[in-house]
């Protein structure tokens, strides 16, 4: 026998000593007696029947009584592995000391949860549920983007502005006593395709929009109806941008609706940043 | 590579599709000038077509309104809201924080009193059309009433 099982059973007749004289409980006694499980060289398992001080050993499936080996180069003592062998009862071929009854009973419990879970078939039934709440999540949504497509809601460009190519739209009002003519060129957009020139014909107090299909430079220049410049601002116009040109009679003002600035010297377009 | 092709051939018909914006006529058959209101999914525009002239709104393809508003009243609001741009615009170089919101707040303010006199326009101010891309541009017409009233009809 190696050093290491005669330091077990020295270690286990200790704790023998200790519970026969109550200084021990049972159940510490039984904590004990798990610590002291060794492996061998092969690997297989061995422990110390609780009540007959016999070694036993495990083949993988059950534990057998039988000596420990006389030289076993080798043998540790690790920890107790999280997994044990768990013999069926019925194939049992003698009954395991009590303690190691206990570890196949924890062993069991370490197995059991996938074929409790198949008997019950609680694991499936949530598996079905999910899907379930999936396809009906789905049919909420599909019901909702139709019912938006519908009231108008949801546009074809709604749907471009989440993926950043939707248009851009351009407001001009003209609050100036006399006629304006806004034309806007594009210079370079996203696109391949080259949308021609727009001009808006606005009289005084009109209030017109010009959409940009296409994201990217717009330059936008504002002159009176009868001749005469009011200013230029080139735009970088991006997906789902709304910008609001006011002519007044001392300037023309710009501002970002869907994001304005917080610079008071952006409202000009001769100093705004937003026409650079 | 199928699939890219099939990809950028959708993208590319959806941008088609949406890139033939429609438009609306608004023709003026009174003595006398009108201020017209017309919206769809593209926004509101206003238009003011001389007697016997029309203008032309561009709107998106689908339903769009049409509603006749008080062209005086329009003005003096118009006014009154350019002094306060123009004011501010002079000195936009040195508005605080609190004038600069105002300033927002009375752009935004333009397109709530459009969205205002649709609201409360009375019968027969206003009209519902529908126009698509290859169904030809909307038409709408403004005239008067044997009473002096104004009549607008989509067309």
């Given at each position: 026998m190696s050093d290491s099982f005669r330091q077990v059973e020295d270690?286990?007749?200790?704790?023998?000593?200790?519970?026969?004289?109550?200084?021990?409980?049972?159940?510490?006694?039984?904590?004990?007696?798990?610590?002291?499980?060794?492996?061998?060289?092969?690997?297989?398992?061995?422990?110390?029947?609780?009540?007959?001080?016999?070694?036993?050993?495990?083949?993988?499936?059950?534990?057998?009584?039988?000596?420990?080996?006389?030289?076993?180069?080798?043998i540790s003592m690790p920890p107790p592995p999280p997994v044990m062998p768990s013999p069926p009862i019925a194939q049992r071929q003698i009954a395991p000391p009590p303690i190691a009854?206990?570890?196949?009973?924890?062993?069991?419990?370490?197995?059991?949860?996938?074929?409790?879970?198949?008997?019950?078939?609680?694991?499936?039934?949530?598996?079905?549920?999910?899907?379930?709440?999936?396809?009906?999540?789905?049919?909420?949504?599909?019901?909702?983007?139709?019912?938006?497509?519908?009231?108008?809601?949801?546009?074809?460009?709604t749907v471009l502005n989440l993926v950043g190519l939707g248009p851009g739209d351009i407001e001009v009002d003209n609050f100036r006593d006399d006629a304006i003519q806004v034309n806007i060129q594009p210079i370079a957009t996203t696109q391949d395709s080259t949308p021609s020139p727009?001009?808006?014909?606005?009289?005084?107090?009109?209030?017109?929009?010009?959409?940009?299909?296409?994201?990217?430079?717009?330059?936008?220049?504002?002159?009176?109806?009868?001749?005469?410049?009011?200013?230029?601002?080139?735009?970088?116009?991006?997906?789902?941008?709304?910008?609001?040109?006011?002519?007044?009679?001392?300037?023309?003002?710009?501002?970002?609706?869907?994001?304005?600035?917080?610079?008071?010297?952006?409202?000009?377009?001769?100093?705004?940043s937003f026409c650079r | 590579m199928n699939r890219n092709i099939w990809l950028v051939s959708l993208i590319g018909a959806v941008l088609w599709l949406v890139g033939c914006a429609p438009s609306v006529v608004v023709e003026n058959r009174t003595g006398f000038a009108v201020r017209v209101v017309v919206t769809s999914a593209n926004g509101s525009e206003v238009l003011s077509p001389s007697p016997g002239e029309s203008s032309v709104a561009e709107v998106a393809e689908g339903s769009y309104r049409a509603t006749a508003i008080p062209d005086a009243e329009w003005i003096e609001n118009a006014k009154a809201t350019r002094k306060f741009l123009n004011d501010q615009l002079a000195n936009s170089e040195n508005l605080t924080g609190p004038q600069l919101l105002d300033v927002i707040q009375r752009l935004k303010n333009i397109a709530a009193r459009m969205q205002q006199y649709e609201s409360t326009a009375g019968v027969g101010a206003s009209c519902s059309g529908a126009v698509s891309s290859d169904g030809g541009d909307g038409l709408v017409v403004i005239s008067t009433a044997a009473n002096g009233a104004l009549v607008v009809s989509c067309r």
């Amino acid at each position: 026998m190696s050093d290491s099982f005669r330091q077990v059973e020295d270690e286990y007749f200790k704790l023998k000593g200790k519970l026969a004289t109550g200084r021990i409980t049972r159940e510490q006694f039984d904590a004990a007696l798990k610590a002291l499980m060794i492996q061998d060289a092969q690997g297989r398992w061995w422990i110390i029947g609780a009540e007959d001080s016999k070694w036993y050993v495990s083949d993988g499936t059950r534990w057998i009584q039988t000596d420990p080996p006389v030289l076993a180069p080798g043998i540790s003592m690790p920890p107790p592995p999280p997994v044990m062998p768990s013999p069926p009862i019925a194939q049992r071929q003698i009954a395991p000391p009590p303690i190691a009854r206990q570890q196949q009973q924890q062993q069991q419990q370490q197995v059991a949860p996938p074929v409790t879970a198949k008997k019950s078939g609680g694991g499936c039934g949530c598996f079905l549920w999910g899907c379930l709440a999936v396809v009906v999540l789905l049919v909420i949504a599909g019901v909702a983007v139709f019912v938006g497509f519908q009231n108008g809601m949801i546009t074809p460009n709604t749907v471009l502005n989440l993926v950043g190519l939707g248009p851009g739209d351009i407001e001009v009002d003209n609050f100036r006593d006399d006629a304006i003519q806004v034309n806007i060129q594009p210079i370079a957009t996203t696109q391949d395709s080259t949308p021609s020139p727009s001009a808006l014909i606005l009289n005084a107090f009109d209030v017109k929009s010009f959409r940009a299909q296409n994201p990217g430079k717009y330059r936008v220049d504002f002159a009176l109806k009868k001749g005469g410049g009011l200013g230029t601002c080139t735009l970088n116009i991006k997906s789902g941008d709304r910008y609001q040109f006011v002519a007044l009679p001392d300037g023309i003002l710009v501002n970002r609706a869907n994001s304005p600035s917080s610079v008071g010297r952006d409202l000009k377009i001769v100093t705004s940043s937003f026409c650079r | 590579m199928n699939r890219n092709i099939w990809l950028v051939s959708l993208i590319g018909a959806v941008l088609w599709l949406v890139g033939c914006a429609p438009s609306v006529v608004v023709e003026n058959r009174t003595g006398f000038a009108v201020r017209v209101v017309v919206t769809s999914a593209n926004g509101s525009e206003v238009l003011s077509p001389s007697p016997g002239e029309s203008s032309v709104a561009e709107v998106a393809e689908g339903s769009y309104r049409a509603t006749a508003i008080p062209d005086a009243e329009w003005i003096e609001n118009a006014k009154a809201t350019r002094k306060f741009l123009n004011d501010q615009l002079a000195n936009s170089e040195n508005l605080t924080g609190p004038q600069l919101l105002d300033v927002i707040q009375r752009l935004k303010n333009i397109a709530a009193r459009m969205q205002q006199y649709e609201s409360t326009a009375g019968v027969g101010a206003s009209c519902s059309g529908a126009v698509s891309s290859d169904g030809g541009d909307g038409l709408v017409v403004i005239s008067t009433a044997a009473n002096g009233a104004l009549v607008v009809s989509c067309r």
